[in-house]
């Protein structure tokens, strides 16, 4: 037998396919785009929530973990209060997306003339084309399930030749336990210069859940430096995806750091359209408790002389489980193409585990690819030496947890946000610290 | 200052001290020398508070108190200070970060102010000047890409800012050409003080003709067994440890 119906659905997926039923015709968009939402319910329905089966979802298994899917979150909610600043101290604007949907009154936009900005829901109206090109390839059950429910966000768009230096905070603020699916589009024109900050923010204990997908393009000889903070709620499931495809000599810097929710999955799927292109992926994973945090990265290398480097770091406490999926795809005309890919994970506990699944698929035969994957605790040796110099057990381990955090962080090379991000993982090791102490 | 009374220790339930007694008063500079595998290097490790050695029997007196329970970095604050054969390589930490935070560490112990910045910087320029220790090797992450003796010069400079009571040294001179050698041994020279001990561990004489020691200890299968003055480094330089080595199964 080489195929498997799928009669019988979960409890989720039940709940899921009512949900869609009633909110259908009420969700914002032309004609195409319902049309679109139908098709990408059925293909979700098709797949199912991905389970340990699904090769791209293998260590997440949201057939399991997802028993219940709260609410959906139908238009903007009456309350207005947002939490308190993930990254306090750094200057920046700030667009804010509150259940799902954009909302300007409690937006900051000074310091970024020249840059158009609009609520997702215009361009659904419009049935704006570029809504769903990024994604139309990926058969992702929830990203599939997004497109379907999606409701809002913003459009990000940098015309050519602008530069930005003030960075630009995509703020989505979840408020209590409902189910949002927020879609947002960057598009940065050629030869201009952004720094996006996409920051991920809820309330502690309520178990909402939260799927983004961003779209994004960046056309030729332009500079993108982007970083993402999920700091969710600790009760809550996280589903991020961003797909960016890159222009000719265009430099795109991105740095994920997972701190929060219960269970999370960042996706980020890289595609290089033209050539001399250069992309830097990093990323930094704090988890604790009974933590689940899932990256995974696809780099696809589909033009000559593209170029990449990634470095992923994951600390794992308590009884956590930190998931690392990183897929370099070298296509037929890729020659010269230059990938590298480093996993390394950090077990601060025998309770702890660390699932790395790097996947080369070179086509091409003129290419450099390398990857390498580290786990362990921290070195005994070392941590003798640092006590032998009076360093307090906790002092140093942070000091070392710093460090193996801080080359992952520092690859973006953007020290603004690189302070600032140093900052929370600081903030993460004190706490820990004192409960130890 | 140091007084270690019968002492047993094992790691992974194989004794390596099986009676170790030694006295190094106030003062006082005492080389321990013997065959490889003789329990040197465990010494260290055991009066510095490394995890992993079981203490079975016996007493160290540090000050008077004893200090078998006393985990490493208590013992660090107390005053007791290792000098590492092979100190250890950190990326990511840059050296002056380590310093100050070792330092403030140790003040914090004893319930001592925090260094200023200013007074932390004096005190390091001061001390690496001595050492040949260039504000680019303390820009480094520490140890990352120092040569054996850039290393061994980091460790005397810790010590000469950490002013230890009481400071090991494990095998200070492995790795050191004679220039090198030299450099070390004035930096810890420059350190020999009325209130500090020194214990000095070395298989070879040749550090001891720059680092005069009062005495010297002759140890052999977890053992101190014989004691005499810088003559006796002298004397096994000339004969080996042929003598010694029926003791050291």
Redesign the interface.
């Given at each position: 037998m080489n195929a498997e119906p799928r009669i019988l659905r979960t409890q989720a997926e039940e709940t899921l396919a009512l949900e869609f039923a009633a909110a259908r015709t009420q969700l914002p968009g032309s004609p195409a785009i319902a049309a679109a939402r139908e098709n990408a319910f059925a293909a979700f329905q098709k797949q199912g929530l991905p389970h340990r089966r699904t090769e791209a979802w293998r260590y997440t298994d949201l057939r399991a973990l997802l028993r219940t899917v709260p609410p959906l979150a139908i238009g903007p909610t009456a309350e207005a209060s947002v939490l308190a600043d993930p990254l306090p101290g750094l200057d920046r604007a700030r667009l804010v997306v509150v259940d799902g949907s954009f909302r300007p009154e409690l937006s900051d936009l000074a310091g970024i003339d020249g840059v158009t900005i609009r609520p997702l829901v215009d361009l659904l109206q419009e049935g704006d084309a570029r809504i769903g090109l990024q994604v139309a390839s990926l058969n992702d059950a929830m990203v599939s399930l997004n497109s379907a429910l999606m409701l809002g966000g913003v459009a990000i768009e940098v015309p050519a030749g602008v530069r930005i230096e003030r960075a630009i905070e995509i703020a989505h603020v979840t408020t209590s336990a409902v189910a949002s699916h927020v879609r947002n589009l960057v598009t940065v024109g050629d030869d201009a210069s952004v720094r996006i900050l996409e920051t991920h923010v809820g309330p502690a204990g309520s178990a909402y859940q939260a799927n983004i997908v961003t779209e994004a393009t960046a056309g030729h000889r332009a500079k993108v430096v982007w970083a993402k903070l999920q700091s969710e709620g600790d009760a809550s499931v996280h589903l991020g995806t961003l797909a960016v495809t890159i222009g000719t000599e265009t430099a795109f810097d991105h740095l994920t750091l997972m701190i929060g929710a219960a269970i999370s999955r960042s996706q980020t799927f890289v595609t290089y359209s033209g050539e001399n292109a250069r992309a830097g992926l990093f990323g930094a994973t704090m988890l604790r408790g009974k933590q689940h945090a899932d990256i995974a990265l696809s780099v696809d290398h589909a033009v000559p002389n593209g170029a990449s480097r990634e470095l992923f770091k994951a600390v794992m406490d308590g009884r956590s489980e930190g998931v690392f999926q990183g897929r370099i795809i070298v296509r037929p005309d890729a020659q010269k193409t230059d990938g590298r890919m480093m996993t390394q994970g950090l077990l601060l506990s025998e309770d702890a585990s660390f699932f790395v699944k790097p996947e080369l698929e070179i086509f091409a035969d003129d290419v450099q690819c390398a990857h390498g994957a580290t786990s362990g605790e921290i070195?005994?040796?070392?941590l003798?030496?640092?006590?032998?110099?009076?360093?307090?057990?906790a002092?140093?381990e942070t000091?070392?947890v710093?460090?193996?955090l801080?080359?992952a962080i520092e690859g973006l090379g953007d020290e603004a946000i690189g302070e600032a991000f140093e900052q929370i993982s600081r903030k993460w090791l004190a706490a820990r610290g004192q409960e130890a102490a | 200052m140091l007084e270690i009374k019968n002492l047993h220790a094992s790691i992974d339930g194989k004794e390596i001290l099986r009676g170790v007694d030694l006295v190094v008063p106030t003062g006082e500079v005492h080389a321990i020398m013997g065959p490889n595998g003789s329990g040197k290097s465990t010494l260290s490790y055991v009066l510095s508070g490394r995890d992993g050695y079981d203490v079975t029997e016996g007493e160290i007196l540090f000050d008077g108190k004893d200090i078998v329970e006393m985990p490493a970095e208590e013992r660090a604050s107390a005053g007791v200070f290792l000098a590492f054969q092979y100190p250890l390589e950190i990326p990511g930490v840059a050296t002056m970060t380590f310093l100050k935070a070792a330092m403030n560490a140790q003040r914090k112990a004893r319930g001592e102010a925090e260094l200023t910045t200013p007074d932390f910087m004096r005190r390091v320029k001061t001390a690496a000047e001595k050492l040949n220790v260039t504000q680019e090797m303390l820009r480094r992450p520490l140890n990352v890409g120092f040569s054996g003796g850039e290393k061994k010069r980091n460790e005397i400079l810790q010590m000469a800012l950490l002013e230890p009571k009481l400071a090991i040294l494990d095998e200070t001179d492995s790795g050191l050409d004679i220039d090198a050698l030299r450099v070390v041994s004035e930096g810890v020279n420059a350190l020999r003080d009325p209130g500090r001990s020194m214990l000095v561990i070395t298989h070879y004489q040749r550090l001891l003709d720059h680092i005069v020691p009062d005495k010297v200890h002759v140890m052999s299968a977890g053992r101190i067994v014989r004691t005499g003055g810088p003559e006796l480094a002298l004397e096994l330089e000339a004969k080996g440890y042929a003598d010694y080595a029926g003791e050291a199964a």
């Amino acid at each position: 037998m080489n195929a498997e119906p799928r009669i019988l659905r979960t409890q989720a997926e039940e709940t899921l396919a009512l949900e869609f039923a009633a909110a259908r015709t009420q969700l914002p968009g032309s004609p195409a785009i319902a049309a679109a939402r139908e098709n990408a319910f059925a293909a979700f329905q098709k797949q199912g929530l991905p389970h340990r089966r699904t090769e791209a979802w293998r260590y997440t298994d949201l057939r399991a973990l997802l028993r219940t899917v709260p609410p959906l979150a139908i238009g903007p909610t009456a309350e207005a209060s947002v939490l308190a600043d993930p990254l306090p101290g750094l200057d920046r604007a700030r667009l804010v997306v509150v259940d799902g949907s954009f909302r300007p009154e409690l937006s900051d936009l000074a310091g970024i003339d020249g840059v158009t900005i609009r609520p997702l829901v215009d361009l659904l109206q419009e049935g704006d084309a570029r809504i769903g090109l990024q994604v139309a390839s990926l058969n992702d059950a929830m990203v599939s399930l997004n497109s379907a429910l999606m409701l809002g966000g913003v459009a990000i768009e940098v015309p050519a030749g602008v530069r930005i230096e003030r960075a630009i905070e995509i703020a989505h603020v979840t408020t209590s336990a409902v189910a949002s699916h927020v879609r947002n589009l960057v598009t940065v024109g050629d030869d201009a210069s952004v720094r996006i900050l996409e920051t991920h923010v809820g309330p502690a204990g309520s178990a909402y859940q939260a799927n983004i997908v961003t779209e994004a393009t960046a056309g030729h000889r332009a500079k993108v430096v982007w970083a993402k903070l999920q700091s969710e709620g600790d009760a809550s499931v996280h589903l991020g995806t961003l797909a960016v495809t890159i222009g000719t000599e265009t430099a795109f810097d991105h740095l994920t750091l997972m701190i929060g929710a219960a269970i999370s999955r960042s996706q980020t799927f890289v595609t290089y359209s033209g050539e001399n292109a250069r992309a830097g992926l990093f990323g930094a994973t704090m988890l604790r408790g009974k933590q689940h945090a899932d990256i995974a990265l696809s780099v696809d290398h589909a033009v000559p002389n593209g170029a990449s480097r990634e470095l992923f770091k994951a600390v794992m406490d308590g009884r956590s489980e930190g998931v690392f999926q990183g897929r370099i795809i070298v296509r037929p005309d890729a020659q010269k193409t230059d990938g590298r890919m480093m996993t390394q994970g950090l077990l601060l506990s025998e309770d702890a585990s660390f699932f790395v699944k790097p996947e080369l698929e070179i086509f091409a035969d003129d290419v450099q690819c390398a990857h390498g994957a580290t786990s362990g605790e921290i070195d005994e040796d070392i941590l003798f030496y640092l006590l032998s110099r009076g360093l307090p057990r906790a002092e140093a381990e942070t000091l070392l947890v710093t460090a193996f955090l801080a080359e992952a962080i520092e690859g973006l090379g953007d020290e603004a946000i690189g302070e600032a991000f140093e900052q929370i993982s600081r903030k993460w090791l004190a706490a820990r610290g004192q409960e130890a102490a | 200052m140091l007084e270690i009374k019968n002492l047993h220790a094992s790691i992974d339930g194989k004794e390596i001290l099986r009676g170790v007694d030694l006295v190094v008063p106030t003062g006082e500079v005492h080389a321990i020398m013997g065959p490889n595998g003789s329990g040197k290097s465990t010494l260290s490790y055991v009066l510095s508070g490394r995890d992993g050695y079981d203490v079975t029997e016996g007493e160290i007196l540090f000050d008077g108190k004893d200090i078998v329970e006393m985990p490493a970095e208590e013992r660090a604050s107390a005053g007791v200070f290792l000098a590492f054969q092979y100190p250890l390589e950190i990326p990511g930490v840059a050296t002056m970060t380590f310093l100050k935070a070792a330092m403030n560490a140790q003040r914090k112990a004893r319930g001592e102010a925090e260094l200023t910045t200013p007074d932390f910087m004096r005190r390091v320029k001061t001390a690496a000047e001595k050492l040949n220790v260039t504000q680019e090797m303390l820009r480094r992450p520490l140890n990352v890409g120092f040569s054996g003796g850039e290393k061994k010069r980091n460790e005397i400079l810790q010590m000469a800012l950490l002013e230890p009571k009481l400071a090991i040294l494990d095998e200070t001179d492995s790795g050191l050409d004679i220039d090198a050698l030299r450099v070390v041994s004035e930096g810890v020279n420059a350190l020999r003080d009325p209130g500090r001990s020194m214990l000095v561990i070395t298989h070879y004489q040749r550090l001891l003709d720059h680092i005069v020691p009062d005495k010297v200890h002759v140890m052999s299968a977890g053992r101190i067994v014989r004691t005499g003055g810088p003559e006796l480094a002298l004397e096994l330089e000339a004969k080996g440890y042929a003598d010694y080595a029926g003791e050291a199964a």
